[in-house]
């Protein structure tokens, strides 16, 4: 899977939770939580969407690397290959 079909995943799953966001207002390094106001609840919905789209399962002991939206894509390239 590429990093374009990754980046289309995340928001596919973000806009399940979010419908008004798109990918363009998504700074690139900025806390997603932050960018797409999501709060925690919000925040484990978009990872069980994530695990059941492309079957990647993230621990909250790797929430700190998943920070960002590009931290988002890099670790679902890293654990999808």
């Known amino acids: 899977m590429s990093k374009d079909d990754i980046r289309i995943l995340i928001m596919e799953a973000i806009q399940s939770i979010a ?3 798109i990918e363009a207002d998504i700074a690139p390094d900025e806390d997603l939580r ?3 106001d999501l709060d925690s609840m919000d925040f484990l919905n978009l990872l069980a969407a994530l695990k059941k789209s492309c079957g990647v399962n993230i621990p ?3 929430y700190q690397h998943i920070r960002t939206f590009t931290g988002l ?3 679902l390239n890293e654990h999808l290959a």
Do not use: R
Request: with cysteine; glycine share 0%.
């Open 19 to 21: 419908p008004e966001i």
């Open 34 to 36: 932050e960018a797409c």
């Open 73 to 75: 894509v890099d670790y």
């Open 60 to 62: 909250e002991t790797d």
